[in-house]
């Protein structure tokens, strides 16, 4: 597993030692797991940096080395990155994290796999170039999932306001007033980092389903900005005090970085269907969109407010 101890990998290397896999982490040793688990002491722990190690030639090479049955690329963000790990690989499976925002705006909701992309941005438009690649090469079998606003404890969910702004949380909680732009009626979709790693392993455990196949990786319903504040407001004992500002105004009365990410987010309407992953492999989500966004929220503050 490439980068097997950040959101995802916290949930799905203990998972797969539990499994009965041999695991191996690549990683820079740099950071640790969101949860402890003993598991993680039957894991291999190799350390790489990939950039430097894609840089002088050898990245793919150390990977091969290992001789693995499968890879799971979990930090793989450009097609020549994409290339090189698969140059030095034959035949493996490879499942590779993708995006949801390799669809750009959603036109028909919930979004399926099968619907046109048409991307924007460095990170979408390079996450469907790297899709396309995997899709199109014969050395290695490929299946691909597509994560959304993975959240989980220890790090912030994306927040009511679509952004990563703190003061939003710490003003829901202090009397539930929150600024929404517009109606507040666009959609967010989470994910539980959880359910990301158990899609992972599906994929990983049913080949002859998940080879040549893309997933999308989502809870089952989104939140709408509204409904999502309201939740919050609520939670935290207090009616909802909410205001709407057109996206102009919205946009002059908060943080320009946090203005940037709602647009970001809210922009590109993401709602999409779990539907495929159901009937191919199986999989449903574990978590709820309310319990993963409450649990990550409530994790958060814990950590950074009491």
């Not at 046109?116 to 690649?133: D, F, S, T």
Request: a negative charge; charged letters at 25%; one cysteine or more.
């Amino acid at each position: 597993m490439i980068g097997g101890t950040g959101h995802i990998g916290t949930y799905l290397t203990p998972s797969l030692v539990e499994a009965g896999h041999e695991t191996v982490v690549i990683s820079r040793g740099t950071q640790k797991a969101y949860r402890d688990d003993d598991r993680w002491h039957e894991v291999e722990m190799v350390v790489c940096d990939r950039e430097a190690a894609e840089r002088d030639g050898t990245f793919g090479p150390t990977i091969a080395e290992l001789e693995p049955d499968a890879v799971m690329d979990l930090t793989c963000f450009t097609p020549d990155q994409a290339r090189h790990l698969v140059d030095a690989l034959d035949g493996q499976h490879l499942v590779h994290t993708g995006t949801v925002w390799s669809y750009g705006a959603s036109t028909l909701v919930p979004t399926k796999e099968d619907a046109p992309k048409h991307p924007y941005g460095e990170y979408g438009v390079n996450k469907l170039a790297v899709e396309q690649y995997l899709m199109s090469q014969d050395r290695v079998r490929a299946s691909i999932v597509h994560p959304g606003h993975i959240s989980g404890p220890g790090w912030m969910a994306i927040n009511p306001q679509g952004n990563l702004d703190p003061g939003v949380i710490d003003r829901l909680r202090e009397d539930g007033s929150c600024l929404l732009p517009d109606r507040g009626g666009e959609t967010i979709h989470h994910v539980h980092a959880e359910d990301v790693a158990g899609l992972h392993q599906a994929c990983l455990e049913h080949p002859d389903q998940a080879v040549g196949e893309s997933f999308n990786s989502v809870c089952t319903e989104a939140l709408t900005l509204r409904g999502y504040a309201e939740l919050v407001a609520r939670h935290f004992g207090h009616e909802p005090k909410l205001e709407f500002a057109p996206w102009a105004e919205f946009e002059k009365r908060v943080d320009p970085e946090a203005a940037q990410a709602t647009m970001e987010h809210i922009g590109r309407a993401p709602m999409f269907s779990m539907a495929k992953a159901k009937d191919l492999l199986g999989f449903e989500p574990k978590h709820s969109v309310i319990d993963t966004v409450l649990e990550s929220l409530d994790a958060w503050v814990a950590a950074s407010r009491t």
